[in-house]
């Protein structure tokens, strides 16, 4: 009869930032068999508050204060969930206060930041890194759950990035990695993706609102519409999943839509309409739009007016 293979014992961890995404971490965290020891807020009371929203799994997460870092019990990992212009000075605080005894790893979570925000922890001779989730988290248990399986930005020294790689497969997501250096970048197609879609989607509906719709009534609307679009992009390349007016090369659509567009109310829409019709054209020209139907769109876009041929 085979032994059973015993368990690799997974990593402890302490959270520093007990927002969304640090509340959402701890839950999923924890739910994969983590050791959870801390979680630190600025402020005490909302920490505890982040612990009581575990439950009552034993051993209970310690709940510590901002200032009280220095009372962090020695987890093998530490992950930075703050907001990013907190990230430094959380690193040179903690960097005051820890040694890296054993093999101590800290990834922050910030998108637009490189390891090179943890770098007084790397010249104290802990590993450093980062690890961002690529998912919208607006509240921790629905956080958790979009944690799971979701697409995770790596980067750092090689053993932070082992690590994080390794809390991924446990979380069943995908990580990929990228240089410190991109890091601004792919977060700003992150927030394209994301928060402006966001944007965007109450820009469409202020100009439902226009029409007399509420605009509780034209969020619910449009949703069908939007989601129809993520299935065509899930299914296919985003020029193949482009559809409508500019796909078409609707010359006289397009401009009445400019013509309704016009007056200071809808100015913003007017702004926006224009650039990303001129993206669309982009993909429409790729698709094999005729070269005259291009040819008049982007005049119309370019044109002060609604009236330019």
């Known amino acids: 009869m ?15 930032g007990a927002g969304r995404l640090g509340q959402a971490l701890a839950i999923a965290l924890r739910s994969a068999g983590y050791p959870l020891l801390a979680l630190v807020a600025r402020r005490r009371q909302k920490a505890e508050n982040a612990v009581a ?24 990992l530490i992950l930075i969930a703050t907001p990013d212009d907190a990230i430094a000075e ?20 910030s998108g637009a930041l490189s390891s090179g925000a943890l770098a007084p922890l790397a010249q104290r ?22 944690l799971r399986g979701a697409f995770y930005c790596l980067e750092g020294t090689r053993k932070a ?20 250096e991109s890091k601004a970048l ?19 509906t ?10 509780s009534k034209a969020q619910e609307v449009l949703m069908p519409l939007l989601e129809s679009t993520v299935n065509n992009l899930k299914a296919s390349h985003s020029r193949k999943a482009l559809t409508g007016t500019f796909a078409r090369g609707d010359v006289a659509t397009v401009r009445k839509h400019l013509q309704a567009l016009q007056g200071d109310r809808l100015a913003e829409a007017l702004a926006v309409y224009k650039l990303l019709g001129l993206h669309s054209l982009q993909l429409a020209e790729k698709n094999g739009l005729d070269p005259q139907l291009l040819k ?8 002060t007016g609604a009236q330019s041929e």
């Open 2 to 16: 085979k032994k059973p293979v015993p368990q690799k014992r997974k990593p402890s961890i302490a959270i520093i």
């Open 53 to 76: 929203l575990l439950g009552g799994v034993k051993p209970q997460a310690r709940a510590l204060a901002a200032n009280q870092l220095s009372e962090l019990p020695p987890a093998d």
């Open 90 to 109: 959380t690193a040179q605080r903690l960097s005051n206060v820890w040694r890296p005894e054993g093999r101590r790893t800290v990834l922050h979570t």
């Open 125 to 146: 001779g802990f590993e450093t890194g980062s690890i961002h989730p690529l998912v919208s988290i607006s509240e921790p248990v629905s956080g958790a759950a979009a």
């Open 161 to 180: 990035k082992t690590l994080a790689a390794a809390l991924v497969r446990d979380l069943g997501g995908c990580s990929f990695t990228i240089n410190p």
């Open 186 to 204: 792919y977060h700003a197609a992150a927030v394209m993706a994301s928060p402006h879609l966001t944007a965007l989607f109450d820009l469409a």
């Open 206 to 215: 202020e100009m439902l609102a226009a029409c007399g719709i509420k605009q």
């Open 296 to 303: 008049q769109i982007r005049k119309l876009l370019h044109s």
